[in-house]
C-alpha cells in the first residue's frame, strides 16, 4: 500500500490520511487551537532547560486532571491542554519562575486589549502584534 | 492560583505565561516553535509502524523487542521524552493487549508522536479498565470470547505500546509496505493491523 492518492515525495509524509502518516492521523491535527501548542512548547522548552523537573509537571497534571474529573462528573467542558496549562503555571509558580500575582496581572493586561488584538484561535497572526515574528513553516526558526 | 485570572480565556493564560518566561530569558520562542513543529510534523506513529513491520520481518529484533523496548527503539533512531521505559507487548490470538493512561495521558511520544483527544478523553480513561470489551467494540474492533483482553496503564515509569499481529496475506511484503497497515490505533490496541 502506498500513500493514498498516490502523492509523492514529501507530499507524502503530511498526507492526513494515509495509514501510516500521522501525526495527523485520522484527520485529528495534533493540536485543536495555537493556545494549545504554545503550553505545549513552553512545557517541553523548560523541562529542555531543567527550569522544571517533568515528573513534578506530571503529578502537577494529574492533579488537575484529577481535581476537574471531581468537580464535573459529567466531563463536559473537558479540555486537557487547560488542564496542562493550569499544571504549567503551578510547576512555574512552585519553582520560582513566575510571580503568580505578576501572572495574573499579565493575563489581565492581555485580556483587556482591544478586540482586534484578541489571540483567541488564531494567535499565531498575534505574534506578530507582540515582535514575536517567526515563520512557523521555517524548521529553523533563527529568531530572536 | 484561585483567582479570577483563572477564568481568563486559556489562549490569553497560555500568552501571558509565555511573554513573562520570554522576558526572564528562561525560554525563547524558537525553542518553543522547534518542539511544536517537532511533535506537529516529525514525530508519530510513523515510527511505530516502522519497529512494528521490523519486529514481523526479523525474529531477532522482535526478542530484542520485547525483551527492552527502549533500547530495540533506539536502534531505529527512535528516542526522546517520553521515550525512555517503554515496553512492547505482543498480541497473540489469544491475548489482545490495550493500553490507557488511567491519571494523566502518558504515551510513549517517540513512536506514537503525541495522543489523539480520546486517549487523554476522560470517558476513554475510566471505561476501558471497567468494560474494555465492549469500548473496543465502539473501536470497531469486536473480539472473541476465547480472546483474553489485558488492559495496562501507563504510567511514570513505563509507557507501553502494543504490537499487533501481522495480518494474513503479507507473506513477502516489504518492511515499508507492511508499516503502511500499522496504525497508530493498533500499536494503543483498539485495533488491529489493516489487513492487505
Redesign the interface.
Known amino acids: ?2 500513500g493514498p492518492g498516490g502523492h509523492a515525495d514529501p507530499a507524502y509524509l ?1 498526507d492526513s490520511s ?9 484527520g ?15 512545557a ?6 531543567g ?1 522544571i523537573e ?2 513534578a509537571f ?1 503529578q502537577a ?2 492533579r488537575e ?2 481535581d476537574w ?1 471531581a468537580a464535573h462528573p459529567s ?1 463536559e467542558g ?5 488542564c496542562w ?2 499544571a ?3 510547576t ?2 512552585a519553582r520560582g ?2 510571580d ?1 500575582r ?3 496581572e ?6 483587556a486589549r482591544p478586540a482586534g488584538h484578541d ?3 488564531h ?1 499565531r497572526e ?2 506578530r502584534h ?1 515582535g ?1 515574528e ?1 515563520d ?1 513553516h521555517n ?6 | 492560583m484561585t483567582t479570577a485570572a483563572e477564568h481568563i480565556d486559556p489562549a490569553v493564560r497560555a500568552e501571558a505565561l509565555a511573554s513573562l518566561l520570554i522576558e526572564r530569558g528562561l525560554v525563547d520562542q524558537a525553542t518553543m516553535n522547534n518542539f511544536i513543529k517537532t511533535y506537529e510534523l516529525s514525530v508519530g506513529p510513523m515510527n511505530g509502524a516502522k519497529v512494528v513491520a521490523r519486529a514481523w520481518t526479523d525474529p531477532e529484533y522482535r526478542e530484542r523487542l520485547l525483551a527492552d523496548g527502549t533500547a530495540a527503539i533506539a536502534e531505529l533512531g527512535f528516542r526522546g521524552p517520553q521515550g525512555e521505559h517503554i515496553v512492547v507487548l505482543e498480541n497473540t490470538p489469544e491475548l489482545h493487549n490495550v493500553v490507557v493512561c488511567t491519571l494523566c495521558s502518558c504515551y510513549p511520544w517517540p513512536v506514537l508522536g503525541l495522543p489523539p483527544s480520546w486517549y487523554k478523553d476522560p470517558s476513554y480513561r475510566s471505561r476501558i479498565v471497567r468494560e474494555p470489551r465492549t469500548v473496543l467494540a465502539e473501536f470497531g474492533l469486536e473480539l472473541g470470547d476465547d480472546v483474553a483482553i489485558r488492559v495496562v496503564d501507563s504510567s511514570s515509569e513505563v509507557r507501553y505500546m502494543v504490537l499487533p499481529m501481522r495480518p494474513a496475506g503479507t507473506e513477502g511484503f516489504s518492511e515499508e509496505e507492511l508499516a503502511a497497515l500499522v496504525t497508530r490505533d493498533a500499536m494503543v490496541g483498539v485495533a488491529e493491523a489493516v489487513a492487505p
Open positions: 500500500m502506498t503530511l494515509g495509514p501510516a502518516a500521522p501525526p495527523r492521523d485520522n485529528e491535527l495534533v493540536f485543536a487551537a495555537p493556545w494549545e501548542s504554545r503550553a505545549f512548547g513552553l517541553l522548552a523548560l523541562n529542555d532547560v527550569a517533568w515528573e506530571r497534571l494529574i486532571i484529577g474529573e466531563g473537558w479540555s486537557y491542554y487547560e496549562l493550569r504549567l503555571e503551578r512555574a509558580s519562575l513566575v503568580p505578576a501572572l495574573d499579565r493575563a489581565a493586561l492581555l485580556a489571540h483567541a484561535g494567535d498575534g505574534h507582540h514575536h517567526h512557523l524548521g529553523s526558526p533563527s529568531h530572536p
